[in-house]
């Protein structure tokens, strides 16, 4: 369903990037504030966007992509990554002898190919960084492609020409990349589809979450503490939607609409559905008891 966009935080987006004295850090913590502006849908698989979450700054390669998901059939994982480059940097050189690439938008292809040659070589060692999310646990060994999306630069109408999308088309399926522009994400925004994503961080033991933009799906019925760190702000935020996280915090997960660790009551399960009621009673009695397990 698409939602309705706010063309006051459109055009402080485009403030932003006209702003000669705003870099590429600038406009990745806007992004991280109001991530429904980030287009997450390139590579998506049927599955959608993993548990609503972008990572901010995902090591790879003794690098960093400013940004990475993760997206996933019954069979395979992509994760994506994604470049931000500046948005006063050119795609291609102004010669109208004929369509060459700026040796900015070549800086920015290279620096994601380093990611590409690095996960081609390391593989064991990025999916043991993602492995906390690689969850229900029996998918978790699946295979993982990955996929790279680069973002720089405007693309106004009259901007590009026919030639240039061309070789934009060329290069994407050349590369197995996607290339986007800020006018891009600004149109795909606009456009009513924009959706606000949890932002995590990467940590020693796992994930934080950096920015509470939209809730994450299921990360409470899969991931423990151990692998998770809730900042109070945000632990509280979520407990004033109605998880039990201190149930969480005791390592257990929250399996039951996301939210409880067990059957939640009535007060607690409010507007649910007495049908829903009735499919958690029945998955609850289903479960083995701590008798029968021993």
């Not at 980030?38 to 400013?66: E, Y």
């Not at 607690?268 to 397990?293: F, M, N, Q, W, Y």
Request: charged share 25%.
């Amino acid at each position: 369903m698409r939602g309705v966009p706010n063309e006051a935080l459109a055009s402080a987006f485009e403030q932003l990037l006209d702003d000669a004295d705003k870099d590429e850090n600038d406009i990745q913590t806007f992004l991280e504030q109001h991530t429904e502006l980030l287009d997450a849908s390139a590579w998506l698989l049927n599955h959608r966007l993993h548990m609503n979450c972008v990572i901010a700054k995902f090591p790879i390669g003794g690098r960093t992509a400013d940004f990475a998901y993760l997206t996933k059939s019954s069979d395979r994982w992509t994760l994506v990554l994604v470049e931000i480059e500046r948005a006063n940097k050119p795609l291609f050189t102004s010669s109208s002898k004929h369509v060459g690439n700026s040796s900015a938008f070549n800086e920015a292809l290279a620096q994601t190919t380093v990611w590409r040659d690095h996960w081609e070589q390391h593989q064991a060692e990025v999916r043991e960084r993602l492995l906390p999310l690689l969850v229900p646990p029996p998918m978790a060994q699946n295979r993982i492609e990955l996929r790279r999306v680069l973002v720089i630069g405007r693309s106004t109408g009259k901007d590009f020409s026919q030639t240039q999308r061309d070789r934009i088309a060329s290069i994407e399926a050349d590369q197995k990349i996607k290339i986007l522009t800020y006018d891009s994400l600004l149109r795909s925004y606009r456009s009513g589809w924009g959706e606000k994503k949890c932002v995590l961080s990467p940590r020693s033991t796992g994930y934080s979450i950096k920015h509470l933009d939209g809730f994450p799906n299921l990360i409470f019925a899969y991931v423990l503490p151990e692998h998770l760190s809730v900042p109070a702000s945000i632990e509280a935020r979520l407990k004033a939607e109605g998880y039990q996280m201190e149930a969480w915090r005791n390592n257990q997960l929250l399996r039951f609409n996301e939210k409880w660790a067990s059957e939640p009551t009535d007060e607690e399960a409010g507007d649910v559905h007495p049908a829903v009621r009735g499919v958690i009673r029945a998955a609850d009695r289903a479960r083995p008891s701590k008798a029968s397990r021993s």
